[in-house]
């Protein structure tokens, strides 16, 4: 038992020193590069004083369009993978995630709402974004439980849903052209015009969420046994299973309110992670929260760079990479019946 807990320290720390060294690449490489050295200097008011304002050009742009950039990934993909992991559990399907039953898409109804009222930024973005959400999560759990859907149908039924709400989304940018123009990048997603008004809020709902399930990883590891085995041990299944789609939707609308319809992280990091951690959310949730910070914040340094000067939204990226994982994965789980 020892051996494994270290094991698992160890494997999370080399992670979490991965994300790390993948976070410092994105502030440091760029347009403009600095080193590793200019970068502290940068970072704590310590530049080239000769350099005058070239110095305080480089300092703007770090603090302004490469620290919210970086610290914006970093949050989304964590969020978006933890949410992910969370929905496989309690929904017990391993191709649940929020891009693909329609959490995304939600959240981005609540975006868009917003837009079209012109409000852009600050607390009521990101509660339109979770609400939008979770009133997705309610509808894919009624529409589960009140038909007894295998779980394919539920994936099936996600993706119908997914379409409507995308439906409703272009209906209004369609209708309102202030609202499709504040919507473009949105609906690609990506990191390009974050901002500390539109992160900090947003920020706040992700590190609350995934505090308390932090604290609940026991709870979840029995819900995810089944009704009848959490019922046994004295569980009020029913409230958890609330607790728990509540606090993946917030997790899911908070990162959707200022990173755009990012899709597949939360299918692709939990099950990478689940080769290593199993199961038990204790271990996964941790896991999944740090390398799918790493995960999306490398894609983002990637689209950046890759046809420098231009630059490649990492939704789109994002989506090369996970539809064909999307379609293994369908083929391999055969609906998510399988759990090996």
Known sequence: MGNKKRGWYLLLGSVFLLSLSIAVLSLC?????????????????????????????????????????????????????????????????????????????GAGLGVT????????????????AFAGSLITVILITLFSSRTNASKTTVILGGVALNSILNAICESITVLDTDAAMLNIDFRVGGFSAVSYVRLIPAAVLILAAL?????????????????ETARGVGMQVGKYRIIFLLLAAMLAG???????????????????????????????????AVAGAGFVTLCDMVSRLLF?????????????????????????????????
């Open 113 to 128: 709402v917003c837009c079209g009222l012109g409000i852009l930024s600050g607390f009521a973005v990101s509660f339109a």
């Open 211 to 227: 505090a308390v399930l932090f604290t609940l990883c026991n709870e979840l590891d029995v819900v995810t046994l089944g009704d």
């Open 254 to 288: 908070a990162a959707v309110s200022f990173a755009g319809l990012l899709g597949f992280i939360g299918l692709i990091v939990p099950h990478f992670v689940r080769r290593f951690t199993g199961n038990e959310s204790g271990k996964l949730l941790p896991l999944c």
């Open 29 to 105: 490489l760029g347009t403009i590069c600095f080193s590793p050295g200019e970068l502290v200097k940068l970072l704590w008011g310590k530049g080239n004083s000769a350099a005058g304002s070239a110095d305080v050009m480089s300092r703007g742009i770090l603090l302004y369009a490469r620290l919210p950039r970086t610290f914006a990934s970093l949050l989304a993909g964590g969020a978006l993978a933890v949410s992910g992991a969370v929905l496989q559990n309690v929904l017990a399907n391993k191709l649940a995630a929020p891009g693909i039953i329609g959490i995304n898409a």
């Open 308 to 340: 420098a000067p231009y630059e490649l939204p990492v939704g789109i990226l994002m989506s090369v990479i996970g539809g064909p994982v999307f379609l293994f994965l369908l083929v391999r789980y055969k609906g998510g019946h399988r759990y090996d």
